[in-house]
């Protein structure tokens, strides 16, 4: 049984930066490759955007729009992912979810980030 705790999110205004954080329990942590997804405002709610990646060997992949501005981590000593996120946007508005890649049956609560002034 694989759970995610996402935490970190909050209020932050244009050009801020925030810090996420998912705690992961599965003892495949290590083997599996994580990303981050995003839910916006008003989205159906099965719709869930991937911003970022992370293979099992460290390498990483991010969609367009965060590029620059995303850096996603892993610590596979601690069972954690990280997301840290600068120069934010009110578009990058969301609630935000840690997952495998491909995604599994397994979303968290996910947290909310909001930009804005």
């Known amino acids: 049984q694989v759970q995610v705790v996402e935490s970190g999110g909050g209020l932050v205004q244009p050009g801020g930066s925030l810090r996420l954080s998912c705690e992961v329990s599965?003892?495949?942590?290590?083997?599996?490759?994580w990303g981050w997804y995003r839910r916006a405002p008003g989205a159906p709610g099965a719709q869930r955007e991937l911003?970022?990646?992370?293979?099992?060997?460290?390498?990483?992949e991010y969609v367009d729009s965060v590029k620059g501005r995303f850096t996603i981590s892993r610590d596979n000593a601690k069972n954690t992912v990280a997301l840290h996120m600068t120069n934010l946007k009110p578009e990058d508005t969301a609630l935000y979810y840690c997952n495998t890649i491909p995604f599994g049956d397994w979303w968290g609560q996910g947290t909310q980030v909001t930009v804005s002034s």
């Open positions: 599965t003892a495949m942590f290590r083997i599996w490759y």
């Open positions: 911003v970022a990646q992370i293979t099992n060997s460290g390498a990483t």
